[in-house]
């Protein structure tokens, strides 16, 4: 993979990392439930984002707000 596409691939990796960060912030959550959640770029260049080890009860409160209906 070439330079510039693990730079795009880790920019898109961030700014999902970020919009996920700013999900759980709005949330309540507290950084330290969520400070290894990472972008994460493979050896093919396919952007991910790493969320780590996520305690319970911050899971159950993201799944709790995901299955509320959308105001759309």
């Known amino acids: 993979m070439d330079m510039q596409t693990w ?14 960060v700013a ?7 507290p950084e ?13 260049g396919t952007p991910y984002v790493h969320l780590g080890m996520i305690r319970a009860d911050v899971v159950e409160q993201v799944a709790e707000a995901l299955r509320l209906p959308s105001s759309h």
Do not use: K, M
């Not at 691939?9 to 996920?20: G, L, N, P, Q």
């Open 7 to 20: 730079r795009d691939s880790h920019s898109r990796a961030t700014d999902a990392r970020e919009a996920f």
């Open 23 to 29: 999900a759980l912030e709005a949330l309540g959550v």
């Open 32 to 44: 330290s439930a969520w400070n290894a959640v990472r972008p994460v770029v493979t050896y093919t």
